[in-house]
């Protein structure tokens, strides 16, 4: 799975506007999109704005907006900052799925986190979505 950050979000963690993300204490969701999206990490801003207003999954036990990330940890490791969370299942799925798109419910404006392509797409008819946390974390800084 290949990830990017959301650039414009962590530009505004860092720079005078101060977004006061806080991923242990916020509500961090994953939304689901298929292939129809078309990522831009420099300029994509926020779920549920272009390109992430279009092409959502939908149906068996998803809802809009995706799960919320439970158990979630900030580590350093190798002179990294690594966020990780438990992974999730998504029960009787039909869907085409490609993208997976990590973000804050809890700041103004629904701000990407990460953005996670899956390299292909994944067809599935009334069957579960399993995602699993990768071994170096959704998201690393450093």
């Known amino acids: 799975m290949a ?3 959301g650039l414009t979000t ?14 242990l204490a916020d ?11 078309v ?4 300029t994509d801003t926020a779920y549920n704005v272009a390109p ?10 998803y809802t809009a907006g995706g799960p919320t990330l439970g158990s979630k940890t900030l ?12 992974g999730f299942t998504i029960t009787t799925m039909t869907a ?9 419910d809890t700041v103004a404006g629904d701000r990407i986190l990460s953005i996670h392509d899956l390299g292909q797409t994944l067809t599935l008819v009334a069957e579960p979505l399993v995602v699993n946390v990768p071994s170096t974390g959704w998201w690393r800084l450093g």
């Open 27 to 37: 509500t961090i969701k994953v939304a689901v999109f298929d292939d129809t999206v």
């Open 39 to 42: 990522p831009v990490p420099s």
């Open 52 to 61: 992430w207003n279009a092409g959502e999954a939908s149906g068996g036990t």
């Open 96 to 104: 085409s799925v490609r993208y997976l798109l990590q973000w804050d």
């Open 3 to 5: 990830s990017a950050p």
């Open 75 to 86: 580590s350093i490791v190798s002179s990294r900052v690594v966020f990780t969370s438990l």
């Open 10 to 23: 962590w530009l505004d963690i860092l720079d005078a506007t101060q977004l006061a993300v806080a991923p």
